[in-house]
């Protein structure tokens, strides 16, 4: 297991549509693995495969993480159905965006489809958290991140944040 870097806006990687996994295989477990050191390492609840830099439609995450237990979840080629009409809005936060967070509205209920560590496939009902991180993570595997879901002006100004951010941290590893 190993912890990989997560990338962050502007870079382009997070712009590309994932593509399906034809099979669960080791090499497809180490990835999960990996992604979940990562997320772990970045104190993170979720983490689509694109922001190690890899596209392929992988999600792992852990709800609980943070009240000292872990309980990973792995989805892979992930399909979501059946979203509800009720929208739960959440002020949500995204690795690939860091120290930005804003409200995001989206379905409270949502089934999702999908195959298990295993290989297995399952089905589940996501509610609340779980049913925002999911379409979060989603979102990643078409190239979307939350701030796409906010105003320009607040997209700019997020992506201007990192930016600093990534530029202060440069100048501090060259000292
Ligand atoms: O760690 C994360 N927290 C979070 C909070 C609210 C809504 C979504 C998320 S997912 C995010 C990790 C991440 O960037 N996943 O892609
Ligand atoms: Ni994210």
């Known amino acids: 297991m190993a912890v990989r870097e997560i990338l962050t806006v502007p870079n382009p990687i997070l712009k590309e549509v994932s593509k399906p996994v034809d099979k669960v295989d080791e090499e497809l477990r180490s990835l999960m693995d ?29 709800l609980d993480w943070g009240r000292g237990e872990r309980n990973p979840r792995y989805f892979v080629n992930p399909v979501l159905s059946d979203p509800s009409d009720n929208k ?10 860091p120290t930005y967070y804003d409200e995001v509205e989206r379905p409270d209920r949502v089934r999702i489809d999908y195959l298990d560590y295993d290989g297995k496939p399952k089905t589940e009902i996501a509610e609340g958290m779980f049913a925002v991180c999911i379409q979060h993570e989603m979102d990643h595997l078409e190239g979307v991140l939350f701030i796409d879901h906010l105003s320009r002006l607040k997209r700019q100004r997020a992506v201007q944040k990192v930016k600093k951010l990534a530029r202060l941290r440069d100048q501090d590893d060259a000292a």
């Open 34 to 62: 990996d992604m979940l050191d990562s997320m772990y390492a970045a104190d993170g609840i979720g983490l689509a495969a694109i922001q190690v830099g890899v596209p392929k439609r992988v999600i792992v995450m852990d």
């Open 88 to 97: 739960l809005p959440y002020e949500e936060g995204c690795l690939s965006v």
